[in-house]
T-cell receptor, first 112, second 113 residues
Framework: QKEVEQDPGPLSVPEGAIVSLNCTYS??????FMWYRQYSRKGPELLMY????GNKEDGRFTAQVDKSSKYISLFIRDSQPSDSATYLC????????????FGKGTRLSVIA | DTGVSQDPRHKITKRGQNVTFRCDPI?????LYWYRQTLGQGPEFLTY????????KSRLLSDRFSAERPKGSFSTLEIQRTEQGDSAMYLC???????????FGAGSRLTVL
């Protein structure tokens, strides 16, 4: 079993839809959770960062972490064509001393 | 602050040749990471530096891979005797000690013919 599991999609939604992206993980030591967005042929860019369990909202984006279920989610409200990208979950156990472990990424297309 | 800079952006080489990639991190970042990303996969950790010290290198894929950060600023990743399986995007990222969030460069794409 991989440490981080993420459905690679692809996921195609109409403009304005609510998108739900998810990852599960097996390492209970993970405490720091991130979502990165990656456009084609570009490097990943940080979208959301959360520590431990709970919710965090930033504009149209909401990140949720459920450590008891080892499950994290990213919700995108009012999705736009510009949101079309690959979304990577990433997580880490330590405070900068352990490398980020990434999921495979979910490719999202938002159709106008 | 111009972000993390990687060079070259794309390298095409023949099997058996050596290639070197360069990464210039954000100037105040003392930690520098190298990741590899193959098609349809997430980034895979290779190695990282704190200043000039290489703190983890056991994940380098083989002894053909090596990395340096001689003065604690820019870093190079070298792949010797390239194989077709080395074709991938090589990503560099930087951060400050104790931080978890990495800032990535645009990547260097390697194609081995």
């Amino acid at each position: 079993q991989k440490e981080v599991e993420q459905d690679p999609g692809p996921l195609s939604v109409p403009e304005g839809a609510i998108v739900s992206l998810n990852c599960t993980y097996s390492n209970s030591a993970f405490q720091y959770f991130m979502w990165y967005r990656q456009y084609s042929r570009k490097g990943p860019e940080l979208l959301m960062y959360t520590y431990s369990s709970g919710n965090k909202e930033d504009g149209r984006f909401t990140a949720q972490v459920d450590k008891s279920s080892k499950y994290i989610s990213l919700f995108i409200r009012d999705s736009q064509p510009s949101d079309s990208a690959t979304y990577l979950c990433a997580m880490s156990a330590g405070s900068g001393n352990t490398p980020l472990v990434f999921g495979k990424g979910t490719r999202l297309s938002v159709i106008a | 602050d111009t972000g993390v800079s990687q060079d070259p952006r794309h390298k095409i080489t023949k099997r058996g040749q050596n290639v070197t990639f360069r990464c210039d991190p954000i100037s105040e970042h003392n930690r520098l990471y190298w990741y590899r990303q193959t098609l349809g996969q997430g980034p895979e950790f290779l190695t990282y530096f704190q200043n000039e010290a290489q703190l983890e290198k056991s994940r380098l894929l083989s002894d053909r891979f090596s990395a340096e950060r001689p003065k604690g600023s820019f870093s190079t990743l070298e792949i010797q005797r390239t194989e077709q399986g080395d074709s991938a995007m090589y990503l560099c990222a930087s951060t400050i000690s104790g931080a978890n969030v990495l800032t990535f460069g645009a990547g260097s794409r390697l194609t081995v013919l």
